[in-house]
């Protein structure tokens, strides 16, 4: 699945730039530990946006591509901001047979965002995840740590409507 930017204007604060600044400090001779900064970079940010990419580029001196790549490559990386209500609809076999496929477009249809993208207000973010091991409640999906199960397209409303 291809990962897109976020179309949300960056909002990094001046802490966090230090935090960053910091972490990149620590491993800056050692190349071979851009993915123990990124992860920390994420864990300060919450997502590793273009601008953050950045910097992490210049300070460990290594071309921006490859930082991208890397973001992109591997799953645990974000490149969009998790909304105050983070959806992740699964996908899983027995969801996708059961309908979660029509659940995660009614997902995208009434909060007008694709995958893997936050609302502008920061409110919702969605993303499509993998089998979660609750198969028997089929076709499931979470919000935060709140788990729905036996769900149809028809529920989602009322469960946006929950979070609002």
């Known amino acids: 699945m291809l990962k897109k930017l976020s179309t949300i204007p960056f909002q990094g604060t001046a802490e966090q730039d230090a935090q960053l600044a910091l972490v990149i400090e620590k491993y800056k001779g050692d190349k071979s530990r851009l993915m123990a ?3 920390e970079a994420q864990g300060i940010y919450g997502y590793l946006p273009i601008e953050v990419q950045n910097k992490i580029a210049e300070g460990m001196d290594i071309p921006l591509e490859k930082v991208y790549g890397v973001a992109t490559f591997y799953a645990q ?11 992740a609809v699964c996908l899983g076999t027995a969801c996708y047979v059961k309908g979660s496929g029509a659940i995660y477009n009614k997902f995208q249809e009434l909060l007008g965002i694709g995958g893997d993208e936050c609302t502008p207000d920061r409110k919702f973010s969605l993303t499509a995840s993998r089998c979660i091991g609750a198969c028997g ?3 499931v999906l979470t919000v935060n ?6 769900l149809t397209a028809d ?4 469960i946006i409507e929950k979070y609002n």
């Open 37 to 39: 900064v990124m992860q």
């Open 77 to 87: 990386f974000s490149l969009s901001p998790k909304g105050e209500n983070h959806v």
């Open 137 to 139: 409640l089929a076709p």
């Open 145 to 150: 740590e709140d788990v729905y199960g036996r």
């Open 155 to 158: 529920d989602v409303k009322g």
